[in-house]
């Protein structure tokens, strides 16, 4: 059964930063691209970063130059380095393949506030 199963969110102030993982079962992970994407209150969910197999990435222009994403092959895992953060990172945030799958895990949730 394909699973992504996200964690590392919480609640952090402007301009801190958060890193969050995610595990993917299956055979879902290695040769696929792999993207994080978000969805803020009352929003559709959008894409946020992406990373091919081979290490390259594109980034939306909302998070350009804050916020990096890696995988780690070996471990089936994403990771979403988040710097500078901003109130409008409010979201829940969710991993998938790039284009994504149907299947959708339950998200984690990261909220940027004062």
């Known amino acids: 059964q394909v699973q992504f199963v996200e964690s590392g969110g919480g609640l952090v102030q402007p301009g801190g930063s958060l890193r969050l993982s995610c595990v993917a079962s299956?055979?879902?992970?290695?040769?696929?691209?792999m993207a994080w994407y978000r969805q803020a209150p009352g929003k559709q969910r959008a894409l946020v970063a992406y990373v091919l197999s081979g290490g390259s990435t594109y980034y939306a222009d909302s998070v350009k130059g804050r916020f990096t994403v890696s995988r780690d092959n070996a471990k089936n895992t994403l990771y979403l380095q988040m710097n500078s953060l901003k109130p409008e990172d409010t979201a829940v945030y969710y991993c998938?393949?790039?284009?994504?799958?149907?299947?959708w895990g339950q998200g984690i949730q990261v909220t940027v506030s004062s």
């Open positions: 299956g055979s879902v992970f290695s040769g696929y691209a």
């Open positions: 998938n393949q790039f284009p994504s799958r149907d299947f």
